[in-house]
């Protein structure tokens, strides 16, 4: 596949630089695109086209209900191109093809229409009596232009959750797509073009970091919305800082299965496996640390160890496969290396561990491995690992698993498994994260607030909260007469 221009202010166009993508299978390890990337006046092109179309353009000043229209027209054609979409990112991100059609293509397209139907009973506009005897109107208008920046792992998921809020409140949008997942981005501004909108409204710039970094600090922008890592994440807000930017970050996470005594240990293994390793345990909300109580450690532990040992890792493109490669050469090895670090610091591996899976001879995979006899101070415990790599913590009782949960510098997710829901909730409410289930990952509900605190991030994205980061508040006091 080649493609040799970019999507600017709604029309394809000649890149300004020769810079080219090479995107490379990481299971095959071959090239399977070549791809324009985005160079300095691109940037500024698309910021351009952006500015003019929330200054002067009719997009902002739509009628909220015909700007869902057009998302719900999107939308349809979006759900027409869904098989397209997985087979690009199994393709380009070695994201096993059950795991893309259900998750990485079939959920974005359900978010679209969720947003919509958020969006039909938003209150844009709010009458409130005033405390001095004035009228109030209180308005909801857009922020402006955003770039949206997001990482590879769940490409089309976080652009939907950026770019379909943002429309449906009247901004503009710049896209800045991951380097490793051009290709899924390029259909979508295929689609975008077939919907509707009009000029001006939706950019798609894929490139490097240096285009992100431009973006950032590029004073067209108003709104920053930035996914990835917390180091990358801080230099996002330092750089938005100067220019006053609107910023909301969706960072890392090290999140927490706290399993209480009375749970089922086939019940949690089965639990973990599906919020832990998918997507071969590149997602953010990972539950990667799994506290159980002493007492029944073994039990547990034996139970994960059956549930990873029996995964099917391999060819992406096969249905059965249920854990693929890593997404390059470079996670690979620094997976591995925390896979080495953990046996260096102590931990027992249980099963996988370094080297190749069993059967392969080429690829960026990793084994599954699953980690007993550690504490919440290793290494592998503290810093997010980004691969199919899970550390059984024990504890003593329900506080000590709440205190180790919550010794952690991020904040993203978190889970307890009990026979007792009340009792979960309780735990739940003990641990500080933004988001958490009770005997399940947490499922990404399309109509309640996804984000974290600490050091994964603040803002939220999804439910009315999702339309809220891409909107200015306006006070309008009548007075009486």
Not at 177 to 198: C, H, K, M, Y
Not at 386 to 400: H, K, N, Q, R
Request: aromatic content about 6%.
């Amino acid at each position: 596949m080649r493609h040799d221009q970019l999507f600017i202010g709604g029309a394809w166009r000649a890149p300004s630089t020769d810079r080219r993508i090479e995107v490379v299978s990481p299971h095959t390890e071959a090239t399977v695109a070549s791809v324009a990337a985005a160079g300095p006046a691109d940037v500024d092109a698309a910021v351009a086209a952006a500015r003019e179309a929330f200054d002067l353009g009719p997009w902002p000043r739509t009628d909220a209900g015909e700007r869902v229209d057009v998302l719900r027209r999107f939308g349809e054609r979006y759900g027409d191109r869904r098989s397209d979409m997985a087979d690009l990112i199994t393709a380009e991100l070695g994201a096993p093809i059950s795991f893309a059609q259900r998750a990485q293509a079939a959920l974005p397209w359900s978010m679209i229409g969720a947003f919509c139907d958020v969006a039909e009973t938003y209150p844009w506009r709010e009458d409130r009596p005033g405390r001095y005897g004035s009228d109030i109107r209180v308005l909801r208008e857009p922020v402006g232009v955003v770039a949206a920046i997001v990482p590879w792992n769940m490409p089309q998921f976080l652009i939907v959750t950026k770019l379909v809020p943002a429309l449906l409140a009247g901004c503009s949008v710049v896209l800045k797509p991951a380097a490793e997942s051009p290709l899924d981005a390029i259909l979508l501004a295929e689609i975008i073009a077939e919907s509707g909108f009009p000029p001006g409204v939706v950019s798609v710039l894929p490139g490097d970091g240096r285009v992100g970094e431009q973006l950032v600090r590029h004073p067209g922008v108003d709104k920053v919305s930035f996914t990835g890592s917390t180091a990358a994440g801080r230099a996002v807000a330092a750089a938005a800082a100067a220019g006053l930017k609107r910023v909301s970050l969706e960072l890392g996470g090290k999140s927490a299965a706290i399993v209480l005594e009375d749970a089922d240990p086939a019940a949690v293994a089965s639990g973990v496996r599906s919020a832990s390793l998918s997507n071969s345990g590149q997602i953010c909300n990972a539950l990667t640390r799994i506290l159980v109580p002493h007492t029944r450690a073994a039990e547990f532990t034996d139970a994960l160890a059956a549930e990873m040992s029996a995964l099917v890792v391999g060819d992406p493109t096969e249905s059965a496969t249920q854990v693929g490669p890593l997404v390059a050469q470079r996670q690979q090895q620094r997976v591995t290396g925390y896979l080495q670090q953990g046996v260096r610091d102590g931990a027992r591996v249980v099963t996988g561990g370094a080297g190749m899976p069993d059967d392969l001879d080429r690829g960026w995979y990793v084994k599954p491995t699953l980690f007993d006899r550690a504490h919440n101070s290793m290494t592998i415990a503290r810093e997010e690992i980004f691969g199919p790599v899970l550390t059984v913590i024990p504890y003593s009782d329900t506080a000590e698993a709440i205190r180790i949960a919550n010794d952690s510098d991020y904040g993203l997710a978190g889970s307890v498994f009990t026979g007792d829901d009340e009792r979960g909730l309780a735990v739940a409410a003990a641990v500080r994260t933004g988001t958490f289930g009770v005997n399940q990952g947490y499922p990404m509900d399309p109509f309640a607030p996804f984000g974290g605190v600490k050091a994964s991030g603040y803002g939220r994205e999804l439910g009315r909260e999702g339309i809220d980061g891409y909107t200015d508040t306006k006070s309008i006091a009548v007075a009486p007469r």
